[in-house]
């Protein structure tokens, strides 16, 4: 019987999943998990200190009665608990912890392209620190206690601005759709999860070379754009051997605010309209709102990040990415061959 109800439950779990996912909320899943929390939890309350203290009640009358101890069979049919409602309610400490340590914690992620490469590669399975940042609450993502700021050269997992998935290729589109909902006072957040790496921060004057494929950043003063004695940081790159693993790409030592390997492809050009454009700036060159943040992927060439669709509000952030904890040999869309073992629990930088 709990079989049938666990295949039940997960069936109209998934059911529920699906309405939520309809309406496009940026946390389906944690939406998901503090209903099954809260009801199971609710059962439990009821069960250990409503039906369990009556039972006994019961079973101590029916004892004092009949001048004998009833065995557990007996007992069991005094005031008996539905096998489904005690299945639920027996969740609850185990989703009780779930819930709170991937609301607050950590969270698991996977990587779903190769946006990251070759920092982080297609099948690699990440631990998210959701409270580097500070504490925020699971649903809508408002923060509960501050911490540090997100700083540049951090991988952040991030919900996706909504102009970001706007398949197209003009940033002036995107632009445009996200002026939009500046203008109708709503969050820009999306229910897909992105990771990126911080570029720049509010203040910050990003350039990017389109032909040289490099960058420089005029770093603001308290979030806020710098106007004199401006400090300025130019990207430096090595080129490094061959990878064997990206044969077609490549790779970089980029030494900015971190210093970490990046991909490019050789005959990848760029055109101009592309890119997200912003009143009073150059092509290719963004001024970073204060408490938002410029992101990039460390595949230059195959990465759709801030330059293309603007910038992230840090409410936005979920958290940053610290350790790979597995990683599958596999490619994108593809199943997986085999493990990477030399990944296993090696911290990204």
Not at 1 to 13: C, E, P, R, Y
Not at 93 to 118: A, K, N, T, W, Y
Request: hydrophobic share 40%; charged share 25%; proline share 5%.
């Amino acid at each position: 019987m709990s079989n049938l109800f666990f295949v039940i439950l997960l069936a109209v779990g998934f059911g529920v999943w699906k309405v939520l996912d309809y309406f496009q909320l940026p946390n389906t899943f944690s939406i998901l998990l503090l209903i099954l929390t809260a009801l199971s939890g609710i059962l439990w309350c009821y069960h250990r200190f409503v039906v369990l203290p009556k039972r006994h009640r019961q079973v101590a009358r029916a004892e004092q009665r009949s001048g004998k101890t009833l065995n557990e069979e007996e007992k069991a049919k005094i005031e008996p608990i539905s096998e489904a409602s005690e299945f639920l309610s027996s969740l609850f400490p185990v989703l009780s912890v779930v819930f709170l340590v991937r609301s607050f914690l950590f969270e698991p992620f996977q990587i779903p392209s190769g946006s990251m490469e070759s920092t982080l590669r297609v099948g690699d399975f990440l631990v998210v620190n959701k409270y580097a940042y500070g504490v925020k609450d699971p649903i809508f993502q408002n923060t509960i206690i501050a911490g540090e700021k997100p700083q540049r050269g951090d991988v952040i997992v991030f919900k996706a601005p909504q102009q970001a998935l706007i398949r197209t290729g003009l940033g002036a589109t995107r632009a445009a759709f996200a002026e939009n909902l500046a203008l109708s006072s709503k969050d820009n957040m999306s229910g897909v999860d992105y990771i990126k790496r911080i570029v720049g921060k509010g203040g910050d004057r990003v350039i990017f070379d389109a032909e040289q494929k490099t960058l420089k950043v005029v770093y603001g003063k308290e979030g806020k754009p710098c106007e004199i004695d401006c400090e300025t940081k130019a990207f430096e790159y090595t080129q490094n051997p061959t990878n064997p693993a990206f044969p077609n790409e490549l790779e970089l030592t980029e030494k900015g605010d971190v210093t970490h390997n990046v991909l490019i492809s050789e005959y990848r050009r760029y055109s101009g309209p592309e890119f997200f454009p912003q009143e009073g700036m150059q092509t290719a060159e963004w001024l970073v709102p204060e408490g938002q943040y410029f992101v990039m992927g460390d595949h230059r060439d195959h990465s759709d990040d801030s330059r293309f669709w603007g910038f992230v509000p840090e409410k936005n952030i979920v958290g940053k990415a610290t350790y790979i904890w597995m990683s599958l040999e596999k490619e994108a869309n593809e199943w997986p061959t085999g493990f990477r073992f030399d990944r296993f629990f090696t911290a990204i930088k």
